[in-house]
């Protein structure tokens, strides 16, 4: 689960889609619009980036 630094409101990785740009990873939290920081720790077995949140 990923939950938002600003809401506190927690939501399952295929709810909400990592986005990238110049200031790096994030997932923008459905309910509250608010930016969430991600750190990308590199490729799955399948291939697909995997994400963790950075503690602030
Ligand atoms: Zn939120």
Redesign the pocket.
């Given at each position: 689960m990923w939950t938002?630094r600003?809401?506190n409101?927690r939501f399952a990785f295929d709810q909400v889609e990592a986005q990238i740009d110049e200031g790096g990873y994030f997932f923008i939290?459905p309910?509250?619009d608010?930016r969430n920081k991600l750190v990308n720790t590199g490729a799955d077995a399948t291939g697909r980036p995997q994400f963790v949140q950075r503690d602030e």
């Open positions: 938002c600003n809401c409101g939290c309910g509250c608010y």
